[in-house]
């Protein structure tokens, strides 16, 4: 019984994706890693990294419940929105 996220549309539900990459940011003269959602990425994709991240889903019942699950990538995985989609769900 596998669950996605048309699945989950199909039955009338709400479903948001939102998928952070990993990003080197400077800050007075240190790297740090933070957490950029994919959609604020922009010019900015040169400075992501190709591991680690985060995926957040959220469902919305018919009664306006909410629902939200989280999946966090080791910083020594490979990022990958299709995995982190399935562990959030």
């Keep these: ?7 989950l549309r199909d039955m009338g539900l709400r479903v948001l994706v939102r998928h952070h990459r990993m990003y080197n940011r400077y800050e007075k003269g240190r790297v740090k890693v933070d957490l950029l959602p ?3 990425v922009g010019e900015g994709v040169k ?3 190709p591991r680690g991240g985060k995926t957040e889903v ?3 019942d018919h009664y306006d ?8 990538c080791n910083p020594n ?3 990958c ?5 399935q562990l959030a769900l």
């Design 81 to 85: 929105k299709k995995l982190g989609l």
């Design 38 to 40: 994919n959609f604020e």
């Design 77 to 79: 995985e490979a990022y």
């Design 47 to 49: 400075y992501c990294l």
């Design 65 to 72: 419940n909410v629902y939200t699950g989280v999946a966090k």
């Design 1 to 7: 019984n596998i669950v996605s996220v048309q699945s």
């Design 58 to 60: 959220t469902i919305i």
